[in-house]
């Protein structure tokens, strides 16, 4: 027996909603459908009409096209294809994606620009119809693990998936009135707004400290109270290499945390030079060494992969919660001589471009992207006293603070968006 909806809703096809709201078709809500130009290599110029591809429809909201992606065709073939252009009056949908699980499939946008565009092939524009829909508010709906699990019901195809015209402007939407609808697009937007500055403030502060780095870690610019020359050292003067732990397949590995067992930490536990315990795997003790039990303020380093761009990413290890932890065999281990290092120095040290360039040399030419612990322990940085590198990195780690403060309130705040999403759109809560 389903469950009673309450007093003021009603059960309807897209579930329960409020007894005022309707359920509508797309296309009674939009008007003047156009789709993507049938554009060929030869089509495209260097300068001219923008195509609006599939990479500018985001979650953001807005139309976003990366300068990377950015392609154009020229005026005559615009003008002669009317029907495939698309203005701000418009709102973007893609219909057509080649990734498999199409995941900005039935995505919406709007154009915050004055340009106009030629669509790309799946992308397609619509304006809506003013009487019964903000094109707002279908678009914070479009972004709803409600209208995703709708997407995922009417696509098609496996390589290349899509929903088709006809399929799109049949689905049924939630539709309050007209106010309401602008009410609640209004109270996500004004969020939307919130995060839009806090992630710019958090580009700003990232930019700020690349360039206090590339000053402090170079001794261009020197904080109050430190004189002298910096001594060009090897990593090997001032620490050592590990290799990880070797382990036989599955027999070693087990499904959770044991007495017979240490935490394994993997390539893909260091993400943006932050070790993350996420999908961590639990090897048999028996395999490690006491030397590769990791300690506070040892640096993991991803030693080999099948992508060059991640051999050398780093990650300062800082956690004490009573287990204890190793590292596999494609990673290493740089551990600092506390009588002569600061970690967090170092640790910086391997976030610059001439560590990257150090990583790239060594791999060039090499079909193997593999580095021994020697190699790291041969490469050279100019290095302070002990207590300028404190101080560096006491600067460097205060920024760190920042910015991971300001990283946590934008991800509160994106949550508080998703369940504001979730009551609003649904109707759970009512503004007006």
């Known amino acids: 027996m389903s469950a ?62 990366a300068e990377k992606d950015l392609q154009y065709c020229c005026p005559e073939y615009a003008d002669a294809h009317p029907r495939n252009q698309v203005n701000r009056d418009y709102t973007i949908v893609v219909l057509r994606d080649l990734v498999p699980s199409g995941p900005s499939i039935g995505l919406m946008v709007e154009i915050g620009t004055e340009e106009s565009f030629v669509l790309a092939q799946g992308v397609y524009g619509f304006k809506v119809n003013s009487a019964r829909a903000d094109a707002r508010y279908l678009i914070q709906l479009s972004n709803t693990s409600w209208y995703r699990n709708l997407a995922n019901s009417i696509m098609v195809g496996s390589t290349q998936v899509h929903i088709t015209n006809t399929a799109f402007k049949r689905a049924v939407l939630p539709v309050p009135a007209i106010t309401e609808q602008r009410t609640i697009s209004t109270a996500l937007s ?11 403030l958090i580009a700003k502060k990232r930019d700020l400290k690349q360039a206090a780095m590339q000053q402090l870690l170079t001794g261009q610019t020197r904080l109050p109270g430190f004189s002298g020359e910096w001594e060009v050292k090897r990593l090997g003067d001032i620490g050592d290499c590990l290799r990880g732990v070797t382990y036989k397949g599955d027999s070693d590995i087990w499904p959770h945390d044991t007495a017979q067992t240490k935490r394994l930490l993997r390539s893909n536990n260091v993400q943006n030079a932050v070790v993350v315990f996420e999908d961590m795997q639990f090897v048999n003790s028996e395999r490690v060494s006491s030397h ?83 190699s790291i322990e041969s490469l050279e940085f100019q290095v302070p006293t002990l207590a300028e590198q404190t101080a560096i990195a ?29 009551e609003l759109l649904t109707g759970r809560i009512r503004l007006v």
């Open 292 to 374: 590769q039990l990791l300690r506070p303020n040892d640096i993991l380093i991803c030693m080999a992969n099948g992508s060059k761009a991640l051999v050398g990413k780093a990650g300062l290890f800082s956690l004490r919660d009573g287990y204890d932890y190793t590292f596999g065999a494609f990673m290493g281990c740089f551990r600092s001589n506390n009588a002569t290092s600061n970690s967090s120095f170092v640790f910086y040290l391997f976030q610059t471009g001439r560590y990257r360039d150090y990583i790239n040399n060594l791999l060039a030419g090499s079909s193997i992207n593999n580095l021994s612990p020697g």
């Open 394 to 422: 006491t600067v460097l780690s205060d920024m760190d603070a920042e910015l991971s403060a300001l990283e946590a309130r934008r991800d509160k705040t994106r949550s508080l968006k998703q369940g504001m999403m979730q």
């Open 4 to 65: 009673a909806v309450r007093v003021g809703y009603k059960q309807t096809e897209v579930g329960v909603i409020p007894a005022d709201w309707e359920v509508f078709p797309i296309s009674t809500l939009t008007t003047e459908f156009r789709g993507g130009a049938p554009l060929k290599p030869a089509d495209f110029t260097d300068r001219g009409v923008k195509v609006l591809p599939k990479g500018g429809v985001g979650r953001t909201g807005v139309l976003h096209i």
């Open 190 to 200: 004004d969020v939307d707004a919130l995060l839009s500055k806090l992630d710019a």
